[in-house]
């Protein structure tokens, strides 16, 4: 691929036996679909997208070499002739597109959620309820063998190469480190033993497949985890690797069950690139870097700058599937960026449901979800730019009708506006770029500043009328809520009121949390903050010394008092999202917030807030209060009844129901009304 932009990232690698038709690879994620053999058509229609967007490289979710190597029950697998029927779907459908993909190789060891799990010493994980069988000298041997015939299989179902996972602490990691390598045979104690599975694997693999067939290995490059590996292990495991017949060398960051996030919003972009790059110096094949690089403009500086040959992107690729050939054409600004949160991808993947995107709900749904252009114009009002009425206009603009988008603000948004002033939510920022770019191309006609009544809107003879008019905050009805201490979370974030050094939160919603990391951010430290102050602050050390990267993290001073409240008597948080959900809780408690359950709310007065727990009476002396307790629905323009001849109208995202109410419901509900008209 030859592009006057970003040269460094569209430049082809030349592999010797094959070339790579630019640096980025799309990095392995498990969809779901990969799992039962019924979803391969859906499968090979998410990868070929992908394939014609242009990306480099294509890695599958992880497939399991054996069942004791299964993630879940019944997990893909590749270990008879039968299995290669259905990726042969996925192989040609890439080829068809000039891509290259690879079949990722993942045995889970003891982070199998099924109860014949195994690994290298029988020691459980703390993040699975299943404790692992060590596996024998023999099992040893039956692994290796397993994998060896994966990949045969792999290569016979027309994949380009494999990917061997190595990283995020399964099976493979779990026999490198000591934290779960406790063996006294040659399988473990020292490093050369305990490397001993994957060099092997590597090497009977490299001899069974020939030399024309890519083996790319993900190794840890940093465990964060106690009994992780130190720099000078990983770097003897990298050099052994490439000796064992790897092609190219992808990189991990982190245990899945280390206490440290690496991929969320709030991890800064390209945070570990610099490791991958001491890596790099270290060996003489490619080197990939991954890990929160979301835009070309990263990763073009990760490559000419030299600390990787290739890029690893993931979850960009879910959200934007033209993401290389936007940047080939000088249109990054129409990348709809992925914004790290998780929340339809791994949190899906966790709660064992398919795994789409927040900001792109056609991802993995490629033929359910079609934007199909009309043959039948027709004229459709949007009321409402928040995420919902974005999605549901450029969508309805995109498959050919005539659309108007009324806002009664002054910019589109809607709460995302809100949602980005939280200190580790400026991704957000970059959806309301996206969806600017993407009005003004699909020609929606923007109103802004005015807010539409019924009579309004019925005068312009609209075939349909979209109300995504959001929600408004709610007032809880507590004795004294009208005191001037009593402030809303759009007061604090959006008019940026005054706020004291003791603060009260009712509520502990997904907007209580935020209130709260937003209040302990001392607004001197400008935003985002530096990688310096993020690795002190999460404890890493990027030089690895020992101990996988980890240091004693750095004493926060909180910046304010705070209570964070609710009325249930459970875990707070706990409905905040699985992988993000930990990150926020941790961040409250390292400063020192108080989060109380089971509370009764009595009064707000000049002394505080008064509440019981357990009908005992507290006073938190507190100088404000921020109301956080939910929101209802903004639905005044609804007609009571649809008229027989007039336009139809239609409700989406919290005009429809503000509770549970997220960004992912809002867009997605856009998005598959504006398909359907
Ligand atoms: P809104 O975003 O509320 O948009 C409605 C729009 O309609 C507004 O712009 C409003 O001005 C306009 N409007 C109303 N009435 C009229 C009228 N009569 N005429 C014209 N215009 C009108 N969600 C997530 O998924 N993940 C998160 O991490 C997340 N973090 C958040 C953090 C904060 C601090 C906040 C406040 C919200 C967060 N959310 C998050 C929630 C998310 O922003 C909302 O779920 C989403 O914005 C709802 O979209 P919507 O389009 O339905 O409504
Ligand atoms: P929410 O999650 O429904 O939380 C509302 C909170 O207010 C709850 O803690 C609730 O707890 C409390 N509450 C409700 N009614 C109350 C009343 N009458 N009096 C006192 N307390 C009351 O709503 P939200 O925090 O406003 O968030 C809105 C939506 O945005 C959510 O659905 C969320 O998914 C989304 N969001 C997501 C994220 C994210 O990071 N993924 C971040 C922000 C927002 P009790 O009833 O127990 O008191
Ligand atoms: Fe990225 Fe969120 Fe989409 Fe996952 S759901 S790909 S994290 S934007």
């Given at each position: ?12 690698l ?6 790579l038709?630019n640096r980025c690879i799309m990095g392995s ?26 990306v480099g490289l294509i890695v ?40 290259k993909i690879l ?60 990917e ?52 790319m290995?993900r ?29 190219i060398?992808n ?35 490619p080197?990939v870097a991954s890990?929160?690089i ?5 990763a ?8 990787a040959d290739m890029v690893s992107m993931a979850?960009p690729f ?6 290389v ?353």
């Amino acid at each position: 691929m030859t592009s006057p932009h970003y040269p460094h990232l569209l430049a082809p690698l030349n592999l010797g036996f094959t070339q790579l038709r630019n640096r980025c690879i799309m990095g392995s994620m498990h969809t779901g679909l990969e799992d039962r053999f019924y979803n391969y058509p859906k499968l090979a229609a998410y990868f070929k997208e992908r394939a014609r967007g242009g990306v480099g490289l294509i890695v599958t979710g992880g497939i399991s070499p054996n069942r004791r190597g299964w993630l879940l029950p019944f997990g893909g697998t590749m270990n008879s002739l039968v299995d290669i029927w259905n990726h042969r779907k996925v192989t040609e459908a890439v080829h068809e597109e000039g891509g290259k993909i690879l079949m990722q190789i993942l045995h889970s060891g003891r982070y199998g959620y099924q109860p014949f799990v195994v690994s290298a010493s029988s020691k459980k994980s703390p993040i699975s309820m299943f404790t692992p069988k060590a596996l024998s000298e023999s099992g040893i041997e039956s692994t290796i063998k397993d994998y060896v015939r994966c990949a045969r299989l792999a290569q016979k179902a027309g994949y380009d190469g494999i990917e061997i996972m190595g990283s995020e602490g399964y099976l493979l990691n779990q026999f490198l480190c000591v934290r779960t390598n406790q063996r006294q045979d040659r399988w473990g104690g020292s490093i050369e033993n305990r490397m001993r599975l994957p060099v092997e694997i590597v090497r009977r693999v490299r001899a069974a497949v020939g030399a024309n067939f890519i083996i790319m290995y993900r190794h840890s490059i940093l465990d964060l985890v106690e009994g992780g590996n130190s720099w000078d292990e990983v770097i003897t495991v990298a050099q052994a690797l490439e000796v064992a017949g790897v092609t190219i060398l992808n990189t991990g960051i982190g245990w899945h069950e280390a206490r440290v996030p690496t991929i969320v919003t709030s991890v800064p972009r390209a945070a570990f690139a610099s490791v991958a790059g001491r890596l790099k110096k270290a060996v003489n094949i490619p080197v990939v870097a991954s890990n929160r690089i979301n835009m070309p403009d990263q990763a073009e500086a990760i490559i000419a700058h030299g600390d990787a040959d290739m890029v690893s992107m993931a979850r960009p690729f879910l959200a934007d599937p033209a993401f290389v050939l936007k940047a080939a054409n000088g249109r990054a600004d129409e990348i709809n960026t992925c914004i790290a949160c998780n929340q339809a991808c791994l949190d899906h993947t966790f709660a064992n449901k398919r795994a789409s995107c927040l900001v792109n709900p056609r991802a993995a749904f490629e033929t359910e979800l079609k934007y199909v252009k009309t043959n039948k114009r027709q004229r459709i009002a949007v009321v409402g730019a928040g995420p919902a009425g974005l999605s549901a206009a450029t969508v309805a603009a995109e498959c050919g009708h005539d659309v108007t988008l009324f806002e009664s603000s002054e910019k589109i948004g809607g709460q995302f506006n809100i949602a980005m002033q939280i200190p580790g939510k400026e991704e957000f920022a970059e959806t309301m770029r996206y969806f600017k770019r993407r009005l003004e191309i699909t020609g929606v006609k923007v109103k802004l500043g005015q807010r539409v009544s019924r009579d309004e809107l019925l005068k312009q003879n609209f075939d349909h009328i979209i109300l995504a008019t959001g929600i408004a905050p709610r007032t809880p009805r507590i004795e004294g809520v009208e005191h001037a201490k009593v402030l809303s979370y759009i007061d604090v974030l959006l008019h940026k009121k005054a706020v004291g050094k003791r603060v009260a939160i009712i509520g502990a919603g997904g907007i209580g949390f935020d209130v709260a990391e937003y209040l302990l951010h001392d607004p001197s430290t400008s935003l985002p903050v530096s990688l310096a102050h993020w690795f002190a602050e999460w404890g890493v050390d990027p030089q690895a010394v020992q101990n996988g990267g980890l240091i004693a993290p750095v004493v926060a001073t909180p910046f304010r008092q705070i209570y964070l409240l609710q009325r249930k008597t459970s875990k707070l948080g706990a409905d905040l999202g699985k992988t993000s959900g930990w990150v926020h809780r941790a961040t409250l408690q390292r400063n020192k917030v108080e989060m109380l359950a089971g509370v009764e709310y009595q009064r707000i007065d000049d002394k505080g807030l008064h509440i019981s727990i357990n009908g005992e009476a507290r006073l938190l002396e507190v100088d404000n209060v921020i109301l956080c307790a939910g929101q209802d629905p903004l639905t005044e323009l609804m007609p009571d009844q649809q008229g027989e001849n007039g336009p139809r109208f239609h409700k989406i995202g919290g005009a429809a129901l503000a509770s549970e109410l997220d960004a992912k419901r809002a867009i997605r509900e856009g998005a598959v009304l504006a398909a359907s008209l």
